[in-house]
């Protein structure tokens, strides 16, 4: 049924096609741009992410273009907390992930907001996922056709009251489609790259980052092996991640990567490749989009946005807890990002990992 949709409008290609898709099908589009006061303007830095004032300038171009109106709204202050919590996950020896964030508070959040107050019926992004009917009658965000571009992991968060009132229009099409399409509308941003980069992070330096939005962390402590021996010195929990394998700081003659993160005595434990791998997972504050199930249920999990989804089962702890147990050890578990579970294509819904858990 088309009705009145805002857009969320970055300036890339996926959005731009979105716009058109949308006034194909008969909706009314009203295109919001997100200004987060995220700045980095030099042509390198516009390649790579998203959401700076040359993309608002794109953006409106092809809103001009497409003859719809167009407006730009000042989420600076609300962006800030995703910066916070990004900061303060990575001081925490977690692994944050800032667009799952910025989904559900601002986009899913604060634009579906202002799209009630100009009477929308909608509220769209250039996603490539795609909402279905599932089997109980209801919306379901279901996996994009392309699977090299599939987001619906990211979409995890959105509350399942609003997915009635979501659109996803690039969802059914490849990337490869969506770019041929903007072709031959000859819009301006058609060959425009992709977005690579968080935002707000400039040349992906996410240690100076942290250290320049939290200064005086005293977060420094050992680098250690499996058995607690002594390796060295780090300068900071915040600059490791779970897997990580370079810029250890630290030559023991083969390969070495961070198998734990102890915030509490700043210590880095690292070890072999093997060590790495974990049979399940612990979660909190699982979103579901289908009744949450009450008994250890199949599922498929992914547990990065590059991860692809293997067999799993779920098991509820309550509270919005939970564990997961793979089929198959997985590697590199990390506290702070997503675990995503799946029934086919059918997103089930999602919650933010805790810890990796060993075989009992």
């Not at 909706?27 to 040359?54: N, P, Q, W, Y």
């Not at 800032?98 to 634009?111: E, M, Q, R, S």
């Not at 005595?265 to 289908?290: I, N, Y």
Request: glycine fraction near 10%; include cysteine.
């Amino acid at each position: 049924m088309a009705g009145r949709v805002v857009l969320a409008m970055s300036g890339g290609v996926d959005s731009s096609v979105a716009a058109h898709l949308l006034r194909e099908q008969g909706h009314e589009v009203i295109g919001l741009f997100m200004r987060t006061g995220a700045h980095g303007d030099d042509l390198e830095r516009r390649a790579k992410t998203c959401c700076s004032a040359t993309d608002a300038v794109d953006a409106r171009n092809v809103a001009d273009r497409l003859d719809i109106p167009f407006y730009a709204l000042d989420f600076e202050r609300d962006f800030a907390r995703i910066m916070d919590q990004f900061a303060d996950e990575y001081a925490a020896g977690r692994t944050p992930n800032p667009c799952v964030l910025c989904n559900i508070w601002l986009k899913f959040g604060k634009l579906w907001a202002y799209g009630k107050q100009v009477g929308a019926d909608f509220v769209a992004t250039g996603h490539y996922a795609r909402i279905v009917e599932g089997p109980e009658g209801r919306p379901r965000v279901a996996r994009g056709e392309d699977p090299s571009k599939d987001q619906s992991y990211v979409l995890f968060g959105l509350r399942r009251e609003l997915l009635p009132n979501v659109l996803l229009p690039v969802g059914g099409y490849s990337k490869a489609e969506i770019r041929s399409i903007a072709r031959d509308l000859d819009l301006p941003v058609h060959d425009k790259p992709d977005s690579q980069e968080i935002c707000f992070v400039p040349d992906d330096d996410y240690l100076s980052f942290v250290r320049d939005r939290r200064p005086g962390l005293e977060t420094a402590g050992a680098i250690v092996d499996e058995d607690g021996s002594k390796l060295g010195e780090h300068g900071g929990i915040e600059g490791f991640t779970i897997g990580q394998r370079r810029g250890l700081g630290i030559a023991v003659g083969e390969p070495r990567y961070v198998v734990q993160i102890e915030p509490a005595t700043r210590t880095v434990t690292v070890g072999r490749r093997s060590s790495l791998d974990r049979a399940g997972l612990e979660a909190s504050k699982f979103q579901w989009h289908v009744d949450p199930p009450e008994r250890p249920t199949r599922c498929l999990a992914q547990i990065r946005a590059r991860h692809k989804a293997v067999p799993a089962v779920f098991e509820p702890l309550g509270d919005g807890h939970a564990r997961v147990i793979f089929d198959e050890p997985q590697a590199a578990v990390t506290p702070g990002q997503v675990v995503a579970v799946y029934d086919g294509e059918l997103l089930l819904g999602g919650g933010w990992i805790e810890r990796g858990v060993d075989a009992t």
